[in-house]
Each structure stands twice: as structure tokens, then as C-alpha cells.
């Protein structure tokens, strides 16, 4: 009796199911055609887009919605390397996704066959783990492998190639591993060191001005709980930063913004929580010198880097608030109450900066104030809505302005500070949780980069309100030239054309609309809702104004 067989590619989607990985995400190439052919054995999902940036992506996005790992399936050669800023800004936003690029046949390595590549040298440096896979037999369990390796520390991605003979070639299917679900990889989520917990709790428990930043890492830990949990046992006022922004809805009253800057000179001990004191944080020096200092990091070469602490964790966010607040809590006495003018001090220097801004954000002006945009989206957002930024200075306003109403529900691209992730984004998010409504806000230029994808959010009935800032410039680079080298010399590689994005969306099958006078961006944003459709809602704003944090230039300092 013949053995039944199995070949590479179907292997591919077993290891992607047994993962719980529902979708994969593509641009096709015949090196990689079996793959697509066990999905449909497997019942995972194939979208095909129009750039296989879009596809790194969503991958990446897909893992940050559904804390599954995201994945990417392109061809050999320019497939791959299309992929590879999707690969870099997951990297640097600690997002684990696998991408799986074709490769040449072993038959004919090196021998210059089709769209032949080192990709595994080109990735090694922005990826946990990069390998060929070797032989068909080990397919699945290099793709376990691959998974296993995104969750070492930090979350990440992982690469690998597989060459076409090796993905094409059918084995017995006794001979191949085949991990099972559930049974080839462990939790890597640490608790800390059990005395730096209490070290954290006696220094809770001493603190009169104490503030915490609730970084990205809140959200990849699903630790919305205990951080909630631990603000509230401890009374410490919250920020947020990245996917950290909405672990707290805003009118909490331990939720801050606009008062960091004065909380970080002002506090006596400051936490800081999965986020690593790069550019985001002034490299750490924007912190009070006076001030203890608490890091807490799932990879330990975060902790400690770029400045001094008094204290490091390293762990898992949720597991190590939780212990701390429970340590704290028996010896916190009546700190709490005293916290009290501690929590007024800030309130009132964030409801002065939040009146001061009030009248930019409810200005008239036309061409529209950018803060007026960010303003309108702000308040048409629900909780059921996730919001996504894609641009330079329109998205450095909203920044601002635009507050998530529930944990998860923001996304940006992270530290590689990446153009282009926008409609990406909004493509995981509204594949992975259809009960959601997804707003991403793009400027003109980051939406040229990867707009087409567009018709793939039609083709795939994926809608969601897109709005474009429009200043038909490079904003945010504009400014720089300007101030360096004046007016007139201010216009060089920045300038783009006076295209109107709603037609682009009419033209692609979906709903567009231009808007020009501020009164009616809210009535198009209701519009595009009711539309059903993936939208575009074109608004004009004001090209010579510029949001304060570009004018500071505070992402090169
Ligand atoms: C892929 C990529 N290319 C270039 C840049 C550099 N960059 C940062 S902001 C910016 C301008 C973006 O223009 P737009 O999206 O229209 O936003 P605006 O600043 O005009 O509001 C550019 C080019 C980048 N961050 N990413
Ligand atoms: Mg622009």
C-alpha cells in the first residue's frame, strides 16, 4: 500500500494552523504557490494585496490585534526584499510575525536562478530569527521554530526562506514533523525577581509624587487589568505611550497626557513600563535627576540603556504590577490619601493645556487648522473604534488630540517611525475583528506610498473611514528645510500634487467625499460610516501651520 504524502507547502499551513494563525497575507509568485494551496486544505484565509510592504504590514498588525502571530507569505527575490520594511517596523515596534519568502530551487543554489537572493544575510539583522528551511521533511518544524523565536524576550519577527523544490516536493507523511497544536512551545512570560517586587512595593509605599508610563508592552502583555488594577489600588497617575494609549479611557481620573513633561520633572518616583527610553523619551534626560527611577522591560538590554535606573524588572508587565500593587497595597498606609494634592497639581497643569489649545481646536479657519481635524476625529471616535495613524505632521497633531476609548484600539507605526503602514493596518484590524470600526487618519504623502491597497480593503468588503490630512506636502520635512535653510529654498522634495483622494476612492469602488470647510468634516465622517464601504474622506487643511512637537523637532533630538 502506497504511504500517503505530503508536500511543503501544505506542511507551511499546518504549522500556520496549529499556531492559530487564520489568515495569511500575500502577493503571489510561483515559488510560492503551494503554500496558497494548503491554505485552502487548511481553511486559512489568502488576501493578496498590491505591495508586499502592505503585507509585512499586516502581518505585523494582524499580531498586534489578535496577539496571535502575524504572517506574510511573498516570492523570492524582489518579493522579499518589497517585504522587508514591514519585517524592520515590526522589529523595532517588538511584533512577532513570521514572514516566509520563496527562494530558489536547492537544485540551482547559486547557480543564478530566477529572483535568487541571500535573504536570510539580508534579514538577519531585523529579525530574531532568520534560517532555509533545509528539507521538506522539516517544514513544519522549522516554522514552529520560527514561532518559538518570536516570543524569546521582546516579541519580534522571524524570517524564513524556503526553496521552491524544497516547498514543491511531497514526502510520506509519516516522515515529516509535525508539531501539534499546543505542545511545542511554553509561556515565556516572567514574573521578576521576587525582591525587586518588594524593593518596588517599599518604594510605592514611600513615595509621595509617584507617576506611571504605561508603554506599548501593557498592551503586547494583555496587562490592561492589572495596570487598571494597580493605578487605582496605589492612586499613581497613568501616561501612555504607543499601543499602551487606551489602557485607560480618557476622563479616568488616573489618566493623563498633557501634563507629562511636569510630571517628569516634578514626581519622586517614576515607572517606567515597556517602553525603552529612546527618542520618544528624550533618551531618558527629560527625566527628573532627583527622581527614582523604575524600569520594567520584557527584554532585559532595554532596562538600564541610554540612562541610569534605580531599580530594573524584567518580565512580563502584567504579572509584575500585579505582585507590586499586591506587595505595595498591605503597607501603603495613608500615602494614598496624601497622593491626593499630587493628582490635583496635575490635573490642574493638564486642564490649563488642554484650555489653551481649545479654540485651535475649534476653529473656523479655512483652509482647515489641523488641530480642528484631529478634534472632530477625537470626538466621532466610539469605544468599538480602533484608530490608526499614517502621516508626519497631521499625525504628530492627532498625537495630541486623539484619545482611544479602549485598550488596543491604537495604532501606530512605532520607533522606525514608518510612512505607509496605515492602510495595512486597517486591513488587519477590520479582517481580524469585523465588530470593530477602524478610522485611520493619513497624510497625503503617507497615503501615496501603499493608497493602492485600497482595492484590496474593496475586493475584500473590509470598510473603514479613512481621512487624509491633505496639505499636498511633505509637511513635516518642510518644516525642517524651512528653518534650516528659509523660505525660499523651503520647497525642494517636499511638494506634492492637489489630488483629490475621494475620487481615488469613488475610482477603486469605494465611498470618497472632499471636504474644504470644517462644519462639514463631522457630516462626512457620519457619512462614511453610514456608507459601509471602505472610504476616503479628503479634508483640506492648512499647510502653513505645524504641529508644535514638528516644530521642536523633538523626533531627531
Ligand atoms: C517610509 C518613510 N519615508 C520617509 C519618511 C520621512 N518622513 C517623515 S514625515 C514625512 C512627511 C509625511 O508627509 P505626509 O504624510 O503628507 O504628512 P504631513 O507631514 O504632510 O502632515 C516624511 C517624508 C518616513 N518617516 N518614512
Ligand atoms: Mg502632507
Known sequence: MMSETISGGHLVAKALKAEGVDVIYTLCGGHIIDIYDGCVDEGIEVIDVRHEQVAAHAADGYARITGKPGCAVVTA???????????????????????????????????????????????????????????????????????????????????????????????????????????????????????AIERLADMLAHSEKPCILLGSQVWTCRATDAAIDFVRTLNVPAYMNGSGRGTLGPGDPHHFQLSRRYAFTEADLIIIVGTPFDFRMGYGKRLSPTA??????????????????????????????????????????????????????????????????????????????????????????TEDTIYIGDGGDIVTFSGQVVQPKSPGHWMDPGPLGTLGVGMAFAMAAKQARRDKEVLCLFGDGAFSLTGWDFETMVRFDLPFIGVIGNNSSM???????????????????????????????????????????????????ERARESGKPSLINVWVDPEVYAPGTMNQTMYK
Request: glycine share 10%; proline share 7%.
Open 77 to 195: 527575490g524582489p518579493g522579499t526584499t518589497d517585504a522587508v520594511t514591514g519585517v524592520a517596523n515590526a522589529f523595532r515596534a517588538e511584533s512577532p510575525m513570521l514572514l516566509i519568502g520563496g527562494q530558489g530551487a536547492l537544485s540551482q543554489h547559486k547557480m543564478g536562478s530566477l529572483q535568487d537572493l541571500p535573504h536570510v544575510d539580508m534579514m538577519n539583522p531585523i529579525t530574531k530569527f532568520a534560517a532555509t528551511v533545509p528539507s521538506t521533511e522539516r517544514v513544519a518544524d522549522i516554522v514552529s521554530m520560527a514561532f518559538r523565536e518570536c516570543y524569546n524576550g521582546a516579541p519580534g519577527p522571524s524570517f524564513l526562506e524556503i526553496p521552491r523544490d524544497v516547498l514543491d516536493a511531497k514526502v510520506p507523511l509519516e516522515k515529516a514533523r509535525i508539531p501539534e497544536p499546543g505542545r511545542y512551545r511554553a509561556s515565556t512570560r516572567q514574573q521578576g525577581d521576587p525582591a
Open 292 to 381: 527614582t527611577v523604575v524600569q520594567i522591560d520584557l527584554d532585559y538590554r532595554t532596562v538600564g540603556k541610554n540612562r541610569d535606573i534605580d531599580l530594573g524588572i524584567v518580565g512580563d508587565a502584567g504579572l509584575i504590577l500585579a505582585a507590586a500593587a499586591q506587595a505595595a497595597s498591605g503597607r501603603i498606609g495613608d500615602v494614598v490619601g496624601k497622593r491626593k494634592a499630587w493628582l490635583d497639581e496635575l490635573r490642574a497643569v493638564e486642564t490649563q493645556a488642554y484650555e489653551k489649545r481649545l479654540p485651535r481646536q475649534h476653529s473656523d479657519a479655512q483652509p482647515i487648522d489641523p488641530y480642528r481635524l484631529v478634534h472632530e476625529i477625537n470626538e466621532f471616535l
Open 475 to 525: 509637511n513635516q520635512i518642510r518644516y525642517g528645510q524651512a528653518a534650516k535653510y528659509g523660505e525660499d529654498r523651503a520647497r525642494v522634495g517636499n511638494t506634492l500634487g492637489d489630488i483629490r483622494y475621494g475620487d481615488f476612492a469613488k475610482l477603486l469602488g469605494g465611498y470618497g467625499e472632499e471636504v474644504r470647510d470644517p462644519a462639514e468634516i463631522r457630516p462626512a465622517l
